[in-house]
């Protein structure tokens, strides 16, 4: 077991713009944060570049930086990501698309989640489409909630696609995938349309007054990824705790155990006292390295709800960094930390920007800068200004 037991926290999209509603706030200075807050003071920080200027801003290239892996080398899509969260193993030329589960209103796509449809509704309908629709080339594979994965062998890819938490009130048909091959991927979703539409799971949800998922999205393509592993890196045994495939994805890729909490769902209503219990007893058991992940702030930034945002970073403070901060003082094992979003997601965009975000480290061997507050402006007062993500987790392994 190494020296220092090291840990990483990912608010996923905490960081926003200032807000009327907030009173001129960001959600991280409108929300009551005592236990990052007290990081902040503690340690030392600034604002991160986590996006490069040559990727998208998403939790996928966000959360390979955080992992320490440079994303204009490594990165092969999304969707291979959230394929080995699932255990699906990929031959060379199978192409992962990530397959959503939708809610349309006519053209216009309403909701990329299909009104966070619950797993085992969700698994219903995947399994319904890939026995109506899946053939020896084309395989469908259900996930969590309203995120499910399409394997195709020799399929397309370098496609142009759109995640469709971007395009939410927008046509769907303006933003289908385009590129070389894209009509076998534009058949399967117009064809998966009536299929859902009969579905039982679906008449219930709607009688119930729910959102049907009367329509799926694919997009997000790519090879596997391979990567050197954190032990052969920095020779730490490591783990990671998240309800979102792509997280747990890039960990099984880097060589960290997948620990399955209980309960956790990627929203405000995850189980956030597990993530924490579960981590400190992987501490507990020999694991150095834990990287733990909630969703719920990028989820409420998605639906544009600054008060569900608030909760969500409230929660995270007081249900996640609380208890963990207490077991680890506990324990009394030195520790070191990181805390930082992978990106942004703005309330009044209702989607990822590039723009940097607040990071900081405390703990064994850290000295305290002029960051006091664990927020956008807060960290602005830091000593650390940096630009490339990925140079974070060496400065926290460093020895």
């Not at 077991?1 to 001129?24: C, I, Q």
């Not at 395009?167 to 349309?193: C, F, N, W, Y």
């Not at 969500?312 to 979003?341: I, Q, S, Y």
């Amino acid at each position: 077991m190494a020296d220092l037991r090291y840990l990483v926290l990912v608010p996923d999209g905490a960081a926003d713009y200032a807000l009327d509603e907030l009173d001129g706030c960001t959600p991280l200075q409108a929300a009551k944060t005592p236990n990052m807050d007290r990081l902040a003071l503690q340690g030392q920080g600034g604002m991160v570049q986590m996006i490069p200027p040559s990727r998208h801003p998403g939790s996928d290239v966000g959360n390979l930086e955080i992992f320490g892996y440079d994303s204009t080398v490594h990165y092969t899509g999304r969707a291979p990501l959230e394929a080995a969260s699932m255990g699906l193993e990929m031959g060379p030329d199978d192409i992962a698309f990530r397959c959503n589960l939708v809610y349309n209103e006519g053209d216009t796509l309403v909701d990329y989640s299909a009104g966070h449809i619950e797993t085992e509704e969700g698994r219903a309908l995947v399994e319904e489409l890939g026995a109506r629709l899946g053939t020896e080339t084309i395989r469908f594979f259900p996930g969590v909630g309203y995120r499910h994965i399409v394997l195709y062998d020799q399929g397309p890819e370098g496609l142009t696609s759109y995640p469709p938490h971007d395009i939410m009130g927008q046509s769907g048909r303006e933003h289908l995938p385009q590129g070389e091959g894209v009509e076998t991927i534009h058949a399967l979703m117009e064809k998966a349309a009536p299929i859902l539409a009969e579905a039982k799971t679906n008449a219930e949800r709607t009688a119930r007054g729910e959102r049907p998922a009367n329509g799926i999205w694919l997009w997000g393509e790519g090879r596997p990824l391979i990567l050197p592993s954190v032990g052969e890196r920095y020779g730490v045994k490591a783990g990671v705790i998240s309800a979102v495939d792509l997280v747990r994805g890039i960990g099984s890729c880097a060589g960290y155990e997948v620990i399955d909490v209980p309960g956790i769902t990627g929203y405000l209503d995850t189980n956030y006292e597990g993530k924490a219990q579960y981590a400190l007893d992987a501490f507990r058991a020999g694991t150095d390295l834990l990287y733990v992940h909630v969703e719920a702030p990028d989820e409420a930034g998605h639906n544009g709800d600054a008060a569900a945002k608030v909760q969500a970073l409230e929660d995270f403070d007081g249900r996640v960094v609380a208890p963990l901060l207490k077991g680890l003082d506990d324990d009394g094992v030195p520790v070191r930390g990181l805390m930082t979003p992978d990106h942004r997601t703005p309330i009044p965009n209702r989607t990822h920007t590039r723009e940097p975000v607040p990071f900081v480290l405390w703990g064994e061997g850290i000295d305290a800068d002029d960051m006091s507050t664990y927020d956008e402006v807060g960290a602005e007062l830091g000593s650390q200004q940096v630009e490339h993500g990925h140079r974070l987790m060496a400065t926290l392994l460093q020895k």
